[in-house]
């Protein structure tokens, strides 16, 4: 089926360091989504972004994260400056539609560890 | 806004036994509803959607029915595997956004 890919699966830095996490959604999906879950907690949404845009973030999107998908690149989240709370798995997800026809596709994931 | 409850986990079950996973919501919304499944080391994947009120929806012997009038959308299987062990997540979809609101997951292990 369709796959979405993750780069990196596993980051190490330092409290206060930036960090970017790549994703790479099906190839003719047009809404993309970053969830975050920490270990062994539910998935909690943080942005979704439709047509170069924000289109709904949570509060747990703060000020220190950013998303953006440059023309036919990846879709990436930014967190600068990092914290120690950030340390979870992060999701990225596609779709095509939105709503009632919407299915998600959703990476493997990339676990961030800040020390 | 919206919310998802589930069945506390873990559950464990001996293999050939049922399963029922509760999930009720809250929405202002006509959501579709979705059961998702994870396995250790991966993203979520679908199980399946039901989009209607009162229709089914299953896979995999997994079924669920979407009770408008209950606000729940149930998961039930009749004879569990133990290659059934996993996470379970009900979640609902928002209407204008496609945003995914989940539950906070059940954990499923099957012995044999």
């Known amino acids: 089926g369709p796959k979405v890919l993750q780069i990196p699966s596993h980051q190490i830095i330092d409290m206060g360091q930036m960090v970017t996490l790549n994703c790479d959604p099906v190839?003719?999906?047009?809404?993309f989504y970053w969830y975050k879950q920490i270990l062994g907690q539910q998935m909690e949404f943080l942005v979704n972004?439709?047509?170069?845009?924000?289109?709904?973030k949570s509060k747990l999107f703060k000020d220190q994260f950013s998303v953006e998908r440059p023309d036919g690149s990846y879709f990436t989240l930014k967190i600068q400056p990092t914290a120690l709370e950030d340390s979870a798995v992060y999701f990225c997800?596609?779709?095509?539609?939105?709503?009632?026809?919407?299915?998600?596709?959703f990476g493997e994931g990339s676990k961030l560890t800040v020390l | 806004g919206d919310s998802v409850t589930q069945t506390e986990g873990p559950v464990t079950l001996s293999e050939g036994t049922s399963l029922t996973v509760n999930c009720s919501y809250e929405?202002?919304?006509?959501?579709?509803l979705f059961w998702y499944v994870q396995y250790p080391g991966e993203g979520p994947q679908l199980l399946f959607k039901?989009?209607?009120?009162?229709e089914k929806g299953s896979n995999r012997g997994f079924e669920a029915t979407y009770n408008k009038e209950a606000t729940s959308f149930h998961l039930q299987k009749a004879s569990v595997q133990e290659s059934d062990s996993a996470v379970y997540y009900c979640?609902?979809?928002?209407?204008?956004?496609?945003?995914?609101?989940f539950g906070d997951g059940t954990v499923l292990t099957v012995k044999p």
């Open positions: 997800a596609s779709s095509l539609d939105r709503g009632n026809t919407g299915q998600l596709y």
């Open positions: 190839s003719n999906h047009l809404y």
């Open positions: 972004f439709y047509n170069g845009k924000v289109m709904e």
């Open positions: 929405t202002k919304q006509y959501p579709t």
């Open positions: 039901v989009p209607k009120a009162n």
């Open positions: 979640a609902l979809s928002h209407t204008n956004t496609g945003k995914l609101t």
